[in-house]
């Protein structure tokens, strides 16, 4: 039954195709590097040279692949898991699980009785192998001309050295520790140092404001906070260390005290002297991690001992602990890493995305590195100098992956392409996108004037939870469509399913499921299992539900549609309604406030917040800002609201529920679809927003 499901009946028509070149009737077939990419529903043929280099080089080949991969799933990863090294292999079985609430407890288990250490398998395997040599790490400061890098061999040394201070504080094994660095070379070494003690490490994105990163010390309670002095972005200076001094005052008030705030002296932003200190608890990297041995021993570590948390937003209020394991996730995210960049190990790569989120932790550090690759992290901000740098990074390093998100791709495309036409950028060989659906115009645009119409584009699906790509093109297999992530990833089975939870086959829209386990999936959100059923396997029984509305069109190829739940996605951030919701009416003036996603320009979507203030006090501009102030010193600057639409009242139901429906559509001005009305409790509301919508 599994291989009659819908896409793959559709995966068996595509393998018609004649790989290369061809035309289907209704479709307006281009060749990769012959044509520009243009017309709406063209399909992007890679060239033939890319094809006959590719890992996989044809739809059969990849059917081939898929099929194996789905019909006997336990020989097709244990085939790849055993690449790696194991201290011990796994028994009895290589997977176990129950996704299924109605059959008892969801649980997830993949290598089960495995023993392995994720941050060996990354640097002393490929030492071993004889790659000690090859570089691990360019480093691109914020200032052009600040660069650095560490081989395989010196990469190492660093991590045994944080890992033998980390277990002389008391560090061991599932002890948690917050890191709070932004993009140095010592924020992987600070993930890898914990992996290779057994210490679950919890990345809090260095944008998140001072509550935010308490909030997330608070629920994991760690031994160790690792941050730095300070940091340089753009044009602008951001004191960590201070932000991470407030965050561990408040969370001493509440009964959770830090004991140790390990920071690293980050001198091109600013001199150790000039940083706040308090003795006892606040230790210098530099003064005390050099002094330690270069030799660490590995602790080996059950595959399914939790590797770290990284917390995301979800339709309520608390942010969610997402759990991922050790050695399903090593697998997966290698895997997903070497064949949807079609990688091979002269390459350079370079991924954008902050360690902060889930990118930087499976396409940034492990999964790259998992591989042996060459990876460029890049401090700075891609428009400063100017809008040109990405490509001055990627002609010093001859970077040959470039995995970005579609904002950055509109807002260069924005600023003219005579920024990129002056790099010459032949090095490029593949292209990434994540985040969001990337629309066919910034699509094309990043194939075309970035690429050069040579390089395929690999659109990559996935979620925080799910630990690596879902649904990708894999580069040198797949006509593409601009838009379209195209197909699963080996393993995975994508159903559309539409309200009731039933299956829908063929060309359908609806709601996005997952049928089965895959290697790489969360466990359970930290601390609280019964949100993880609730929220991922509670409305469709028998799926995990992953929030996402998608399309399949009638060549099976998956068009992804943005976020079902409360979640806006702003700059491939995922933020939830209700945090800022929350932020804003912890405003003494705020009397209650509800907020929408709306279409934005560069970001996808904007922030577009409804405010009604307490009885009696004036609307003002200067409310106004106070307002987006809480936002930002609650949440970060990234969640700041992009529009503050007064509201002297919201639209409710009888019962009290605001109906965000007509809300997204006064933030739209899409006033003639506003929809049946009649069943707010006070209809009259409604005018009046939309006569406040200029203010
Ligand atoms: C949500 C997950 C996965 C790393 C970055 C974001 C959206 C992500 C795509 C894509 C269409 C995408 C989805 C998803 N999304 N990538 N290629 N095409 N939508 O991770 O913060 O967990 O957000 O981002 O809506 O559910 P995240």
Redesign the pocket.
């Known amino acids: 039954s599994l291989v009659t499901s819908g896409h793959l009946r559709h995966v068996e028509s595509m393998a018609q195709l004649p790989s290369g070149a061809g035309k289907i009737s209704h479709l307006n077939a281009v060749i990769l590097g012959e044509a520009l990419a243009s017309e709406e529903n063209d399909l992007v043929f890679p060239s033939p040279e890319f094809s006959a280099q590719a890992l996989v080089s044809s739809p059969e080949q990849y059917q081939q692949m898929y099929r194996r991969s789905i019909e006997e799933p336990a020989d097709f990863w244990s085939d790849i898991a055993s690449q790696f090294f194991w201290k011990e292999k796994w028994h009895p079985e290589v997977y176990a699980e129950n996704i299924d609430v109605r059959k008892g407890t969801v649980k997830i288990e993949w290598f089960k009785g495995a023993t392995t250490n994720i941050c060996y398998n990354a640097l002393d395997r490929n030492v071993e192998a004889g790659n000690g040599g090859k570089i691990a790490i360019y480093w691109e400061g914020n200032e052009p001309g600040q660069d650095g890098q560490l081989t395989y061999a010196e990469l190492l040394d660093k991590v045994c050295q944080l890992s033998n201070y980390l277990k002389h504080v008391g560090v061991g094994k599932g002890d948690a520790v917050v890191i709070y660095l932004p993009m140095l070379m010592e924020l992987p070494i600070a993930m890898l140092a914990c992996a290779r003690i057994g210490a679950v490490h919890s990345v809090v994105f260095a944008g998140f404001s001072a509550e935010s990163l308490a909030q997330r010390i608070l629920d994991c309670k760690p031994k160790v906070v690792i941050t730095c002095n300070a940091v340089r972005r753009g044009p602008k200076t951001i004191h960590l260390k201070e932000i991470v001094d407030s965050a561990l005052t408040d969370c001493a008030k509440d009964g959770v005290s830090v004991g140790l705030c390990l920071t690293y002296e980050n001198q091109s932003a600013m001199e150790r002297e000039a940083t706040k200190w308090q003795e006892g608890r606040d230790v210098w990297w530099q003064d005390v991690v050099p002094k330690f041995s270069t030799k660490c021993l590995v602790e080996w570590v059950d595959a399914e001992d939790p590797l770290f948390l990284l917390y ?2 979800g339709s309520t209020g608390k942010p969610k602990g ?1 759990l991922h394991t050790t050695g399903g996730y090593m697998v997966y995210t290698a895997t997903t890493f070497k064949y949807a960049f079609d990688y091979k190990p002269s390459d350079i790569y370079w991924c954008t ?1 902050d360690c902060g ?3 930087g932790h ?2 940034v550090t492990y999964g790259p590195l998992l591989n042996g690759a060459t990876i460029v992290v890049f401090e700075g901000a891609p428009s400063y100098p100017d809008s040109g740098r990405c490509w001055d990074i990627v002609d010093k390093y001859k970077v040959s992956i470039f995995y970005t ?2 904002t950055l791709v509109r807002s260069l495309m924005r600023d003219g392409d005579e920024y990129v036409t002056r790099y010459s950028r032949k090095s490029l060989r593949v292209l990434g ?6 629309n066919p115009s910034a699509w094309r645009w990043f194939f075309n004037v970035v690429g050069d119409s040579r390089c395929p584009i690999s ?8 630990g690596g ?1 879902m ?2 093109p894999l580069p040198g297999a797949w006509p593409q469509k601009p838009g379209s ?1 195209t197909f699963p990833f080996f393993g995975v089975l994508p159903v559309i399913v539409d309200e009731k939870g039933n299956e829908i086959e063929g060309e359908c829209s609806g709601y ?1 499921c997952i049928k089965k386990s895959w290697p790489g999936a969360f466990r359970t959100l930290y601390g609280d299992h019964e949100r993880f059923e609730t929220t991922y396997f509670k409305p469709f029984p028998g799926y995990y539900f ?3 509305g998608c399309s399949r069109d009638q060549d099976g190829y998956y068009w ?4 079902v739940d409360d ?1 806006i ?1 702003v700059s ?3 933020i939830g309604t209700a945090e800022v919701e929350s932020a804003l009416v912890s405003h003494p003036q705020c009397a209650e406030a509800a907020v929408v996603g709306v279409e934005h320009e560069v970001k996808g979507q904007g922030i577009y917040a409804f405010v009604t203030l307490v009885e009696g006090v004036p609307y003002s501009e200067e409310l106004r800002k106070n307002l987006i102030l809480a936002v930002r010193n609650q949440i970060g600057a990234f969640a700041a609201p992009d529009k503050i639409h007064w509201a002297p009242g919201l639209p409710k139901t009888r019962s009290g529920k605001i109906m965000r429906r007509i809300l997204r559509k006064i933030a739209s001005r899409q006033l003639d679809e506003l929809g049946d009305t009649s069943t707010l409790a006070d209809p009259s509301v409604v005018d009046q927003l939309i006569a406040l919508s200029d203010r």
């Open positions: 995301t937003s997402v995305a989120w889930i990118t499976s396409y998100a579609p996108s994540v985040g969001e659906p990337i659109d990559t699906w996935w979620q925080t939870e799910t790509f649904i990708a992530a996005l992953t929030g996402d992804l549609t943005g976020r979640v996605n491939g951030h995922r």
